[in-house]
């Protein structure tokens, strides 16, 4: 693995753990090291970091509080 892709996975720990977690993906980074941007992206997916995701949790939130006010009025 090249050694700007071992400092990326240092500075970025969900996605160094994501890869413990999947090692099929350490050949695909040997052979090209350009795969840690798809990595990346397949991590956001999996631990759902994505916009969307983070819109569907605020969504939640404003809901679950709306709820809140309703039972408190």
Known sequence: ???ENQFYLNNNPLLKKYLHENPKYYK???REPE???ELN???KEKYKLTL???IDKIKER?????TFIDILN
């Not at 404003?62 to 709306?66: G, H, I, V, W, Y």
């Open 52 to 54: 969307p995701d983070k």
């Open 41 to 43: 992206e397949l991590m």
């Open 62 to 66: 404003l809901e679950m509080l709306n």
């Open 35 to 37: 795969f840690i941007l």
């Open 28 to 30: 695909a980074l040997n």
């Open 1 to 3: 693995m090249s050694i």
